[in-house]
T-cell receptor, first 114, second 113 residues
Framework: GENVEQHPSTLSVQEGDSAVIKCTYS??????FPWYKQELGKRPQLIID?????GEKKDQRIAVTLNKTAKHFSLHITETQPEDSAVYFC?????????????FGKGTLLTVNP | DVKVTQSSRYLVKRTGEKVFLECVQD?????MFWYRQDPGLGLRLIYF???????EKGDIPEGYSVSREKKERFSLILESASTNQTSMYLC????????????FGAGSRLTVL
């Protein structure tokens, strides 16, 4: 089955700096890569996703890049703010048919220091 | 907004007890999931279901079973709770047919003594 590795496990940055979280996946059939943000005490919520036919996607201060050949994808957050502090999870899925199984990475605790 | 409701936010059970965790979604989603969340281990899939009465094992199904008698309800069952099942349990659902956005419930924190 799919295996998703996520690094780093913790990341501390100063407000205004950029943050990068990296993930690798093992199943070449995976074609959908979402990122979820979980604030303390809350449920995970989707912040951005990318499909395998796209190399990069941006949404305001966040962007995701995908390298299918190397089987890795990354989350980039620019101009970080204290409210970006949370646990971020990457995931991978080979969607299609009845299979909507998402395999998650272990998470990255991002702390943005004011 | 899709709502995924987990009936119990906090439970305390004793070793050997049978535990039921209930999850209900209100948007006619086909696919439902149970994840377990532990610090440093991320979200691990226990079981999922893509239709009524259908279920498939996830990555860590041992010690758990599930029931999906109605489309909107997906129950996680611990037949004989053990202390290593103390954890946060998250239910989620996806509509299906190309939609991949998981909507999570608020979670059920289970403590087994």
């Amino acid at each position: 089955g799919e295996n998703v590795e996520q690094h780093p496990s913790t990341l501390s940055v100063q407000e205004g700096d950029s943050a990068v979280i990296k993930c690798t996946y093992s199943d070449s059939a995976s074609n959908y890569f979402p990122w979820y943000k979980q604030e303390l005490g809350k449920r995970p919520q989707l912040i951005i996703d990318i499909r395998s036919n796209v190399g990069e996607k941006k949404d305001q201060r966040i962007a995701v890049t995908l390298n299918k050949t190397a089987k890795h994808f990354s989350l980039h957050i620019t101009e970080t703010q204290p409210e970006d502090s949370a646990v971020y999870f990457c995931a991978a899925s080979a969607s299609g048919g009845s299979n909507y199984k998402l395999t998650f990475g272990k998470g990255t605790l991002l702390t943005v220091n004011p | 907004d899709v709502k995924v409701t987990q009936s119990s936010r906090y439970l305390v059970k004793r070793t050997g007890e049978k535990v039921f965790l209930e999850c209900v979604q209100d948007m006619d989603h086909e696919n439902m999931f149970w994840y377990r969340q532990d610090p440093g281990l991320g979200l691990r899939l226990i079981y999922f279901s893509y239709d009524v009465k259908m279920k498939e094992k996830g990555d860590i199904p041992e010690g758990y079973s599930v029931s999906r008698e109605k489309k909107e309800r997906f129950s996680l069952i611990l037949e004989s709770a053990s202390t290593n099942q103390t954890s946060m349990y998250l239910c989620a659902s996806i509509q299906g047919a190309g939609a991949n956005v998981l909507t999570f419930g608020a979670g059920s924190r289970l403590t087994v003594l």
